[in-house]
């Protein structure tokens, strides 16, 4: 069956300091995408990243850093030097390869992050 | 940048009360999605859409919930004959393709609160 589990609730920081946001997963498919979706205070779903599971290559976007483990299943969300804008609730979701259909989006508990000055 | 926009923001409904979610998707993307989110919970799969009809429907999507395309931009969301548990944010998404690789791009939610 098809699973995320973001294990981390809530996490607390002080501004400046690097957050590590875990995601792990589970599916029987050998191919699949991940996502991180971003819920602000205001509510609404940023899309962040998308992976898919024959690229296991790393991914830098300023601050924004994904490490792609399939052998653990996981798909982390570093943010480095947080800010207070970063403050939000962080989504990891999954999508099994279903072509033609258009995958349906699983996602995980969320981690509410929260930066404080 | 084009978006999904939805609207009302906030809906306000008696119990039993039917109502209408509405989402325009943004324009040349061709899937399109609800979502709901329980206030303090994890964003749920209830229907996706194509080609004018349902690709996928959840365990939650049943007989009082239908989706419609009724104007080549509109997609609107109907529950029936509403509850107390149907109290959430509702989210409408789409995406380019017909491929689960494709970011679902999300509009900002409707707040349905059920009295």
């Known amino acids: 069956a098809q699973k995320v589990t973001q294990a981390q609730t809530e996490i607390s920081v002080v501004e400046k300091e690097d957050v590590t946001l875990d995601c792990v997963y589970e599916?029987?498919?050998?191919?699949?995408?991940l996502f991180w979706y971003k819920q602000p205070p205001s509510g609404e779903l940023v899309f962040l990243i998308r992976r898919n599971s024959f690229d296991e290559q790393n991914e830098i976007s300023g601050r924004y850093s994904w490490n792609f483990q399939k052998s653990t299943s996981s798909f982390n969300f570093t943010i480095t030097a947080s800010q207070v804008v970063d403050s939000a609730v962080y989504f990891c979701?999954?999508?099994?390869?279903?072509?033609?259909?258009?995958?349906?989006?699983?996602f995980g508990q969320g981690t509410e992050l929260s930066v404080k000055p | 940048e084009p978006e999904v926009t939805q609207t009302p923001s906030h809906q306000v409904t008696q119990m039993g009360q039917e109502v209408i979610l509405r989402c325009v998707p943004i324009?040349?993307?061709?899937?399109f999605y609800w979502y709901r989110q329980i206030l303090g919970q994890k964003v749920e799969f209830l229907v996706s859409?194509?080609?004018?009809?349902?690709?996928?429907k959840s365990e939650i999507f049943d007989d009082q919930f239908s989706v419609e395309r009724p104007d080549g931009s509109n997609f609107t969301l109907k529950i029936r004959s509403t509850k107390l548990e149907d109290s959430a944010m509702y989210f409408c998404?789409?995406?380019?393709?017909?491929?689960?690789?494709?970011?679902?791009?999300f509009g900002d939610g409707t707040r349905l609160s059920i009295l």
């Open positions: 998404a789409s995406s380019e393709s017909r491929f689960s690789n494709q970011p679902q791009h």
């Open positions: 599916t029987r498919d050998t191919t699949y995408y």
């Open positions: 979701a999954l999508s099994e390869a279903r072509d033609n259909q258009g995958g349906k989006l699983i």
């Open positions: 324009s040349n993307h061709l899937y």
């Open positions: 859409f194509y080609n004018n009809e349902i690709s996928e």
